[in-house]
Antibody, heavy 120, light 107 residues
Framework: EVQLVESGGGLVQPGGSLRLSCAAS????????MSWVRQTPGKGLEWVSA????????YYAGSVKGRFTISRDNSKNTLYLQMNSLRAEDAAIYYC?????????????WGQGSLVTVSS | IVLTQSPGTLSLSPGERAVLSCRAS???????LAWYQQRPGQAPRLLIY???SRATGIPDRFSGSGSGTDFTLTISRLEPEDFAVYYC?????????FGQGTKVEIK
């Protein structure tokens, strides 16, 4: 059974940093692209970042480019999102998702999410 | 590319047919169009990918269709567990976009 478990969310002040982790199990992690998607009540679902299977290619939404960094440790079956210079508008539930790429490009499994609150 | 879903809310009774629309601001590759269901307090769940292919374990009452700029998700007969929010999603140029969602509520 595919499982994705996020951790690392919490309360952070504007301008602060936070690192999210996503522990994967139930599939061969090092053969799949992975992604982060966030959700706010006002803006719905927003794709944040993606990375290919070996970490050689990374992609970012314009709203986070230069502030967020996606990475992965295939030896630990874990995906990360380093978030710096956090803003109030970054407050959201952050989901880790497995990404199917090639002839298609969709998110076939999702974690339960990690809540990030940005407030002073 | 902007995805616009309609209606915003659909009020129906169990057993009725639901038809949800997703319109793209320009023609898109249907291979990159997907639909998700999100129940309250849960993560999104993949329903349909490549516009019309059902994901693993998805009941056949869910079907997707469309091409170009207009795509449709149809739920043939609503079950109680189908009352949820539905999102369409598209991929292009190393970027993924979601529609704003359609809520299917019990009438």
């Amino acid at each position: 059974e595919v499982q994705l478990v996020e951790s690392g969310g919490g309360l952070v002040q504007p301008g602060g940093s936070l690192r999210l982790s996503c522990a994967a199990s139930g599939f061969t992690f090092n053969t799949f692209a992975m992604s982060w998607v966030r959700q706010t009540p006002g803006k719905g679902l927003e794709w944040v970042s993606a990375m290919n299977f070996d970490g050689g290619n990374t992609y970012y939404a314009g709203s986070v480019k230069g502030r967020f960094t996606i990475s992965r440790d295939n030896s630990k079956n874990t995906l990360y999102l380093q978030m710096n210079s956090l803003r109030a508008e970054d407050a959201a539930i952050y989901y880790c998702a497995r990404l199917r790429v090639g002839a298609t490009a969709h998110f076939d499994y999702w974690g339960q999410g990690s809540l990030v609150t940005v407030s002073s | 590319i902007v995805l616009t879903q309609s209606p915003g809310t659909l009020s129906l009774s169990p057993g009725e047919r639901a038809v949800l629309s997703c319109r793209a601001s320009q023609s898109v590759n249907s291979m990159f169009l997907a639909w998700y269901q999100q129940r309250p307090g849960q993560a999104p769940r993949l329903l349909i990918y490549s516009a019309s292919s059902r994901a693993t374990g998805i009941p056949d009452r869910f079907s997707g269709s469309g091409s170009g700029t207009d795509f449709t998700l149809t739920i043939s007969r609503l079950e109680p567990e189908d009352f949820a929010v539905y999102y369409c999603q598209h991929y292009a140029s190393s970027s993924w976009t979601f529609g704003q969602g359609t809520k299917v509520e019990i009438k």
